[in-house]
């Protein structure tokens, strides 16, 4: 896989406009000598479209990085921009509407709500959005279309774990945030939910960013950041993307 190491902006980053722009990012819990710093001077600018892998240790950062983007927390200092949105500065209410119509999210657990269908599932968000896609088209997305009226007893993990994903595209949200999806996965059912979500960033343009610790998965990516205590310290730029079928297990 053909690969370069670099700290230079994202292929023609000069004539395409970012979906988040991070300035000086820093996260600190606590205060005085309890505290404790997540975000150590992030800087970074992301763009539709991309696949973006945040790859580092437990207690890196990622996971605290990836809570920014999506909302779920604000920052200490910094620039946080989601386009024209200053979302260092948003209350809780421009926080929900941010999350509610922007970012789509899928975690580790599933979350899905076992007395209804897989179907029924994903409309619960269908439900609350102002333009969603039918859960019926989400679902044939990840490839269940023959599945929607199981419920989740009824199917795998990897299968619920597409539902999951279903339910987060299904709002045609701008961005799609990946927690460790496939960590409680066997090394077969991961492969086939993370191309699904291949699936979504190349057929929906959805800027994507997967958290994980596994290192096989840069390659899927377009860009990689690796984070050590709070800081990027690394960023990687595939030239060619690799499908993830075709990475080294």
Known sequence: MPTTTTSLPAPNQQVREAVFTVRGLER???????????????????????????????????STLLNQLGGLDSPTRGTLRYRDWDLAHADEAG???????????????????????ARENVALITEICADPMAPEEALRLV???ERMDHFPAQLSGGEQQRVAIARAIAKKPAVLLCDEPTGALDVHTGITVLEAIEHINRELGTLTVIITHNAILADMADRVFTLSDGRIVNQRTNTQRGSVSTLAW
Not at 32 to 58: H, K, M, Q
Request: hydrophobic share 50%.
């Open 28 to 62: 600190i819990y606590g205060e005085g000598e309890a505290a404790v710093t997540a975000l150590r001077g992030v800087d970074l600018d992301l763009f539709a479209s991309e696949l973006i892998v945040l790859l580092g240790a437990s207690g890196s950062g990622k």
């Open 95 to 117: 926080l929900t509407q941010f999350r509610r119509g922007a970012v789509g999210f899928v975690f580790q657990a599933y979350n899905l709500i076992p007395s209804l269908t």
């Open 143 to 145: 490839g269940l279309a």
